[in-house]
């Protein structure tokens, strides 16, 4: 006997919608979101197809997760960010920013309170691992895929993750167990101090934190991590990413509860949601600072996944999904007006400066700025 939930209810409901409903099975043991993934992926592919730009089907780059990458290309995906870690910082202003790598950090730190909770939200961190990618592309020669991190493989235990077992072909271990807790506003997992093997076991985080009296000066200090299997389990599951798809009507109801944003009713089940349950899996220092959280490498593969997500809610209805909500300033803090398409991004000297409107198609014919990303 099945027994419907509400959530299911909505789920079957809307999903009707867009011509395909999905078993409570479905949506907990990952089938519905394959499928929404692919249909997704074909829609994107035919808009490429019928599409002049210089972006085909045999140049499109397809990103991945994390542990369907082969070895060897995830090797030279972490070579290639040790390789911008030794590359010159851009803010030449900033004392605490060593490299490249850095600058990526300085730039989320200037921008916080603009591209969190507000209209920007998707659209800004779009730009800004596709801007990463490039560089890990151009400057240090990287030509695999770039991952992305779908935290809900992860629910039988985060430290035995391909993302944080350690091992060569990993982003490092979990850290040190260590009594107090590691940094961030929730402490309590399962590690605290610093990562012990792999990857990025030597690297140092060159500034921070944000509580520090001058948060971009030079403070170097070991990577910190502090795994949370229940953190996954509770917000960031396989059927809390595909819930969190499917209960959202438009864009400002999926940005709310992808954000557990409490301004929103509807949204305030999801209490940290997907988005703040993804970054405290991980936790630590600096992964667990709202601000310089992009000094984590983990990060992009993180916001992969957010991407992923998005690439996906706007593909499954993509003539009515290319609008944007809200204000442009967190929580509407101070209160500030709506964001519009036509604003302009600009994240130089990192990058460059694109309508948000550019920002919209991921596989854009001309009038868009990123040509190259399927998921
Ligand atoms: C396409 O590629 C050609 C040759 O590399 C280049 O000249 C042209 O500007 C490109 N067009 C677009 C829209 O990027
Ligand atoms: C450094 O320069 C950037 C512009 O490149 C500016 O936004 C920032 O306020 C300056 N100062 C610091 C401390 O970042
Ligand atoms: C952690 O706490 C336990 C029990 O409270 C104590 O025995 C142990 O010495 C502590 N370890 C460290 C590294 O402080
Ligand atoms: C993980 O986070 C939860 C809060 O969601 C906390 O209750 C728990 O003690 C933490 N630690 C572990 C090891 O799960
Ligand atoms: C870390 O540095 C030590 C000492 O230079 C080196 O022996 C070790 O191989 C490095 N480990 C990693 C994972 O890069
Ligand atoms: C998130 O997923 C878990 C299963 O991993 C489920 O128990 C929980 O109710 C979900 N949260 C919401 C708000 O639906
Ligand atoms: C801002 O957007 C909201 C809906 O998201 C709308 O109700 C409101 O009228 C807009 N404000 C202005 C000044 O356009
Ligand atoms: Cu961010």
Same mark, same amino acid.
């Given at each position: 006997m099945r027994v419907l939930s509400f959530a299911l209810l909505v789920a079957s409901f809307h999903g009707l919608a867009l011509g395909q409903t999905y078993s409570q099975d479905d949506i907990v043991s990952g089938k519905?979101?394959?499928q929404m993934s692919k249909t997704a992926y074909d829609t994107a592919l035919k808009r490429l197809e019928g599409s002049k730009s210089n972006c085909t089907k045999d140049t499109v780059h397809v990103r991945k997760e994390w542990r369907y990458i082969p070895g060897p290309e995830r090797t030279a995906f972490v070579k290639a960010i040790e390789c911008l870690m030794e590359k010159p910082n851009v803010y030449t202003n900033v004392t605490g920013a060593?490299?490249?790598?850095?600058?990526?950090?300085?730039?989320?730190?200037h921008l916080t309170p603009a591209v969190h909770n507000s209209a920007y939200f998707l659209l800004f961190h779009r730009l800004y691992i596709w801007t990463y990618e490039q560089k890990l592309r151009d400057m240090c020669g990287y030509k695999g895929a770039f991952p992305y991190w779908e935290w809900g493989l992860d629910a039988g235990g985060v430290e035995k993750s391909p993302i944080f077992d350690g091992s060569e072909t990993s982003m490092g271990s979990n850290g040190a167990k260590v009594n107090e807790t590691g940094g961030g506003f929730f402490g309590g997992g399962s590690g605290g101090g610093c990562v012990t093997d792999g990857p990025f076991k030597n690297y140092t985080v060159n500034f921070g934190p944000n509580t520090a009296s001058d948060p971009l000066a030079p403070n170097p200090r070991c990577l910190k991590r502090d795994l949370n299997t229940s953190m996954c389990v509770n917000y960031a599951s396989i059927q809390n990413t595909t819930e969190t798809i499917l209960e959202s009507t438009d864009i400002e109801s999926f940005q709310a509860n992808l954000q557990g944003d409490f301004r929103y009713p509807k949204a305030r089940k999801w209490t940290l949601a997907v988005h703040g349950g993804g970054h405290f899996i991980i936790a630590g220092d600096p992964?667990?600072?709202?601000?310089? /959280? !992009?000094?984590?490498?983990? *990060?992009?593969?993180?916001?992969?996944?957010?991407?992923?997500m998005y690439f996906i809610f706007q593909n499954l209805d993509w003539a009515k999904r290319q609008t944007m909500a809200g204000t442009i300033t967190m929580m509407d803090q101070p209160p500030s007006r709506?964001?519009?398409?036509?604003?302009?991004?600009?994240i /130089? !000297?990192?990058?460059?400066? *694109?309508?948000?409107?550019q920002l919209l198609d991921t596989v854009g014919v001309k009038s868009s700025a990123i040509r190259s990303i399927l998921y």
């Open positions: 519905a979101l394959q060593k490299s490249m790598f850095d600058s990526f950090g300085v730039l989320h730190y992964g667990g600072d709202f601000y310089f /959280s !992009p000094l984590e490498p983990v *990060f992009y593969l993180h916001h992969g996944q957010i991407d992923r709506n964001g519009t398409l036509d604003d302009i991004l600009d /130089s !000297p990192v990058g460059e400066s *694109f309508k948000y409107r």
